[in-house]
């Protein structure tokens, strides 16, 4: 077994030092005065354990938490469902508010998930909550994930102290609390500022990673003869590579682990750390959710049919906890059949469960509801398909339960030959086809280690750390950054300031790689990114301290230091002048496009309209999301809000732009009702094609598109619809059409103002003319077209600084 050190004095050695049977690792009464406490924050689970001394060796236990009922009738477990409920004006957290999870409206007197909307910026979470400020007698307000999350803490902050009075532990508590690997320095920041409000912390907290947590946890409990492994028998012989591969409700996070047994004891280092991926058991219910539950309400509360938000925003959170329900049912007896595949659930006997009832609720004045909700092994298999399947997709964005495995072991140099173990923690790992799906895909021969508690390794790890971090000073397991800090600078190229992999805490100067390029110039604007331009966390900013500007040529001296918890701070200086960052929090935690941007942006303005206004708006901020959504091709959501934008302002007509949204969005029942009344409230040449578009016979699309023409000579697209139509009745007409609108367009060419798309019709046109060479050259040139880059609204090109050597370039 594993010995830890012996004394306060040898506290700078690892607790785990040499394989001999367990001592106190400290003198007794160092746990007399302090209690030492792990918290695993879970997306869905939260479970706190605690450090105590029992026959003189430290013992760790999950804590049983109180969690009462609005009936004040309590709940005693160390599972807490990370869930808060608004019942009968009274706030409930834990199992009480899972259970009314089903009958409540998500955001508005129930919230949940909320750890995954941390360190993002899209204004209020929740622009419908019930609890705002002025409502609770406390002061406290429900009105971001933030307020959530601090909410939460407050009801753990009191069941930590009641359960250590019941256990008669010291009633000083040791925070350390356990955070995703791939977190970043954002989402860490909220986290912290929700614990502080909460009053668990004062000043900075001891944060670990999930990972770390779960492995320095496992491997306690291994030196005390509870596990079962063959990796401590390596141990003695060589250094060890662990991975471990850690599947909850909202992420999942790997973390490359290499264990060495040296006279001192065991020396472990983080190789590598996947970068955030938003991928949990969540996801999967929410597939099942979309796939098999949705159907079965929509059908019975016809012939209701919801908007393409309310689906989103409404009724896929109040179908999730059922879906979650009946998928834990099917893998249960997809385990005990021994089934690890989604073809072994298909081929298995249609096996169909249930649950209770979804009682009857409303949207507006629509009423849905759904009696014995169920599913079967084959929509199991269906809604797990994307996640598990095989081959891995090539595209490391996929959300596919191997990707962050594979960016992780990419990190660490590693392959999966190099690998002697995989740990399983997180409750999403019971899933049987998840691992089965990892181990097929690393091949090889690595044993896979799946301890019995999934739920409550993290929390024991985390107490652990707790006890010998803030007792002992020791840190077991070093963090490293899991993605590059980098700054943005001239031509979209980069200068790293800290790369992946970093050890932390860090700090480094980076002198004399950015300069000047202006003369004159008035501003500097230095963007800091998280692995690539769309990860934005905030833009350092420096002006000039005269009218002259900057001189050209002067050198830009950059600065980070980043905590051992991730916390980042970025300092440039030219000359006397110095700045930092403005941390901002992105509106995603996830790369996005400028056009993607805009609409989150939008998003974020109308949420606040919402938060003052409640459920009418002002009609100027709803057009204004539906115009980003448009632009972001969100068709259908923009065709949705237009329509919002009329309810509230019925003098405003948008039947065109509902009609082009929705026919974008390829629901063509929807289109053609729009098209009708675009043309019925005012006929237009945009009404009048629309229309044409969607009628069936030839004479009244004919009669139509002559009428679009008739409002506007050179409507482009009615030309040329007009003219197939004719040649196709065999009318002359209809090529002189044609090859009208095939010159307009081949002067476009020319004079190359035509774009993609207009290269791709007059390739279509031209073939159909018979004129090759032209329909050949427009081909090539679509090709060469792609939509130009947009600078973001968060900084100017023009004031970006310049690398002072030149960029590499690529083939």
């Known amino acids: 077994m594993l010995k830890p050190a012996k004394a306060a004095t040898s506290s700078r050695k690892s607790p785990l030092a040499v394989l001999r049977h367990p001592e106190p690792l400290l003198p007794e009464n160092s746990l007399q005065n302090k209690t030492y406490i792990g918290m695993d924050f879970g997306t869905s689970t939260t479970v706190l354990s605690a450090v105590s001394l029992r026959d003189g060796a430290e013992q760790v236990d999950a804590l049983i938490i109180e969690q009462p009922d609005q009936d004040g009738v309590m709940t005693r477990n160390h599972l807490v469902n990370t869930v808060i409920a608004y019942v009968n004006k009274r706030l409930v957290f834990g199992r009480e508010a899972f259970r009314q999870r089903s009958f409540l409206h998500e955001g508005r007197n129930v919230f949940s998930s909320f750890k995954m909307r941390l360190g993002v910026d899209l204004g209020p979470t929740y622009p419908e909550t019930a609890v705002r400020a002025g409502v609770l007698k406390s002061g406290h307000k429900i009105e971001s994930a933030q307020d959530a999350a601090a909410m939460f803490f407050r009801f753990i902050k009191r069941g930590v102290q009641t359960a250590l009075d019941t256990a008669k532990l010291p009633k000083t508590p040791e925070w350390c609390v356990s955070v995703p690997a791939s977190f970043e320095a954002n989402q860490r920041k909220d986290l912290e500022t929700a614990l502080r409000a909460a009053g668990i912390v004062t000043s900075s907290v001891a944060l670990i990673d999930e990972p770390n947590a779960a492995f320095l946890s496992y491997l306690f409990e291994t030196s005390r003869g509870l596990n079962d492994s063959k990796l401590l028998e390596l141990l003695r012989e060589r250094s060890i590579n662990v991975l471990v591969y850690d599947f909850g409700a909202g992420t999942c996070d790997i973390s490359v682990l290499c264990l060495e047994s040296r006279e001192e004891g065991i020396v472990s280092r983080n190789l ?349 901020k709803v057009i204004a999301y539906a115009n980003a959504a448009e632009s972001a091709g969100d068709h259908q959501l923009a065709a949705e809000l237009f329509q919002k934008a009329e309810q509230l302002d019925p003098t405003r007509n948008f039947a065109v732009s509902i009609t082009y949204n929705y026919a974008r969005a390829g629901k063509h029942q929807l289109k053609e009702l729009w098209a009708r009344k675009a043309y019925e409230r005012e006929p237009s040449a945009a009404a009048a094609y629309n229309l044409a578009i969607n009628v069936e016979g030839s004479d009244e699309k004919e009669t139509l598109f002559r009428e679009a023409l008739r409002y506007e000579p050179d409507y482009h697209s009615a030309i040329l619809a007009l003219g197939r139509v004719l040649l196709r009745k065999g009318d002359s007409e209809g090529t002189e059409l044609l090859e009208r609108s095939a010159k307009k367009l081949s002067q476009q060419l020319s004079t190359h103002n035509i774009d993609e798309s207009g290269c791709r019709v007059l390739a279509s046109v031209s073939r159909e003319l018979g004129q090759t060479d032209v329909a050949q050259e427009a081909e090539a040139r679509a090709k060469t077209l792609s939509p130009k880059q947009q600078t973001s609204a968060a900084y100017s090109e023009d004031n970006l600084a310049a690398l002072a050597r030149p960029a590499i370039e690529g083939n």
């Open 272 to 620: 590598a750390v996947s970068r955030f991926t938003a991928l949990g058991g969540d996801d999967i219910d929410l597939a099942l959710a979309r796939q098999v539950l949705l159907p079965q309400l929509i059908e019975s509360s016809a012939p209701v049919q919801p908007s393409q938000r309310d689906i989103e925003e409404r009724i896929l959170p109040r179908l999730q906890p059922t879906a979650e329900l009946l998928k834990i049912r099917l893998l249960e007896h997809a385990r005990d059949k021994g089934i690890e595949t989604t073809d072994g659930l298909r081929e298995a006997s249609d096996l169909r469960v249930t649950a209770l009832d979804i009682e009857s609720f409303k949207i507006g004045a629509d009423e849905f509801h759904l009696p014995k909700p169920g599913a079967t092994l084959i929509d199991l298999a269906t809604a797990l398909e994307p996640f598990t399947r095989f081959p891995v997709p090539a595209d490391d964005r996929t959300a596919h339960v191997f990707i962050p495995v594979q960016d992780a072991l990419e990190k660490s140099g590693l392959t999966a030959d190099d690998l002697d173990g995989v740990l399983f923690i997180g409750g999403s790992s019971e899933n049987t086809i998840v691992r089965h799906t990892v181990m097929k895909a690393l091949g090889g021969t690595v044993e896979a280690i799946v301890p019995k508690d999934l739920r409550s390794h993290v929390s024991k790890g985390a107490a652990l750390h707790s006890y010998w971090y803030n007792g002992c000073g020791f840190d077991f397991i070093q963090p490293i950054t899991s993605e590059p800090i980098l700054a943005l600078v001239r031509g979209g190229a980069f200068e790293t300031i800290l790369p992946a992999s970093t050890p932390l805490p860090s700090q480094v100067t980076i002198s004399d790689e950015l300069i000047v390029e202006d003369e004159g110039q008035k501003r500097i604007e230095i963007p800091i990114c998280v692995s690539t331009a769309d990860k934005l966390l905030g833009v350092i900013v420096i002006d000039s301290p005269d009218r002259k500007g900057f001189q050209r040529g002067t050198r830009i001296s950059i600065s980070a230091s980043i905590s051992r918890d991730k916390l980042l701070v970025v300092e440039a200086r030219i000359g006397d002048r110095v700045a930092k960052t403005a941390m901002l929090n992105p509106m995603a935690n996830r790369p996005v496009s400028e056009t993607e941007a805009r609409l989150l942006k939008a998003k974020q303005a109308f949420n606040e309209v919402l938060l003052k206004h409640g459920p009418r708006p002002p009609a100027a």
